[in-house]
């Protein structure tokens, strides 16, 4: 099924189920489990992740954008989509057509989406977002109420949900996040005892939901975890995760350097001795970053191998010379388990003096995903079809 590929992620989707089996265990049966599949997943692949997903139990999916629900959609999901991020007044009819939820903070998206649903004959359920300390996207909690006052008697919309998010919930020092809890927590009390029911109030991320019992609420939204990578890096996860994504290659050649040579753009490492070298076909238009040129590894043979030079568009340099045996076509692990040895996404994340969820969500069209049930291929999506 991998005939002719060269740079490929293996998604476990028995993975991605058995880390929400975990969060649907840690919140129990009264709180519901929002799975964020924003990002095309996360770069793990948003079709795939969000059927894993709700398989395992989660009811609900999250997204940032409109057009990342249409895809589901698209897809055959019935389930509700929820739209993390902002859609303009333009966007009510993309939202009704596909019935999505989207979230709600000015009167002119709430009339447009009220135009459009009541003309359409249905009500649509909305989210409020409310900011509570990111200085970001959302109502501030004294415009709550008011602005809710103001939209009630609108046709075709129910304000079905409110929301926030946590700031600092991968913290090891929680007194932020406890303050956001206790905003959110007096916003959504006032809310209802004013007549607005909001039944589903949620707050929590993967961190939020691992550290913070009090940021349940009714819901909770898990992101990076689902996918098996830590949600800090201040303390461990609360319950173990399993990594979800390998990413992988192929020795495109292998070949020997003299002492002297330059190796790639700008001849940023020159060889001290005669070196073992073999060419990745991966670069950074697969979104395996260019900061990791000369401080990144690979794993090959179940050993790393350290990359030598200038991480290109298409492919680099590492240097093989502790490895015999490696020939061309020999599988390269650039994120995941190969033998005894792991590079873990946080690790790759700390060469780059990034985080876990940009090494996966940095992955581009072109690196082909493979989707694996029980250790086995089942599926694989590439640009050749």
Excluded at 51 to 58: F, N, Q, T, V
Excluded at 280 to 292: A, Q
Excluded at 344 to 361: K, M
């Amino acid at each position: 099924m991998l005939e002719g590929i060269v740079t490929w992620a293996e998604i476990d989707l028995d993975a991605i189920a058995a880390n929400v089996r975990s969060y649907i265990r840690h919140v129990g049966p009264k709180v519901e489990v929002i799975a964020v599949v924003k990002a095309n997943a996360y770069g793990h692949g948003a079709v795939q992740v969000a059927r894993a997903a709700l398989a395992a139990g989660a009811t609900r999916l999250a997204v940032h954008r409109a057009i990342e629900g249409v895809e589901l959609r698209r897809a055959g999901i019935t389930e509700p989509i929820l739209i993390l991020g902002y859609t303009p007044p333009s966007g009510a009819d993309l939202a009704v057509e596909w019935r999505l939820t989207p979230s709600l903070i000015t009167p002119e998206f709430a009339q447009a989406v009220s135009a459009r649903a009541a003309a359409s004959g249905i009500t649509l359920n909305l989210h409020l977002k409310v900011d509570t300390g990111m200085s970001r996207y959302g109502l501030f909690p004294q415009e709550v109420i008011p602005f809710l006052n103001q939209i009630q008697s609108l046709p075709g919309i129910h304000v079905e949900g409110i929301f926030t998010h946590l700031a600092t919930a991968d913290w090891a020092d929680s007194t932020f996040a406890d303050q956001q809890v206790q905003r959110f927590q007096e916003v959504v009390t006032s809310a209802r005892q004013a007549g607005h029911p909001l039944p589903l109030a949620h707050m929590a991320n993967s961190a939020g939901t691992m550290k913070l019992r009090s940021a349940h609420f009714d819901a909770v939204r898990p992101g990076i975890s689902m996918y098996g990578m830590d949600a800090s890096d201040q303390w461990p996860p609360v319950f173990p995760l399993v990594p979800a994504l390998t990413l992988k290659s192929r020795v495109s050649r292998v070949y020997d350097l003299p002492a002297g040579a330059g190796i790639s753009y700008s001849r940023t490492y020159i060889t001290p001795g005669p070196m073992r070298a073999a060419l990745v076909p991966v670069g950074y238009g697969d979104g395996y970053h260019r900061i990791l040129s000369n401080q990144g590894f690979v794993l090959i043979h179940g050993q790393r191998a350290p990359i030598r030079g200038r991480v290109c568009m298409d492919q680099f340099v590492v240097d093989i010379s502790g490895i015999p045996g490696v020939t061309q076509d020999d599988e390269v692990v650039l994120v995941g388990r190969q033998g005894a040895e792991t590079l873990r996404a946080e690790e790759v994340a700390s060469w780059a003096n990034t985080i876990n969820y940009e090494v996966t969500t940095s992955l581009l069209p072109r690196v082909a995903r493979a989707y694996l049930r029980g250790g086995e291929i089942q599926e694989v999506h590439s640009l050749g079809g």
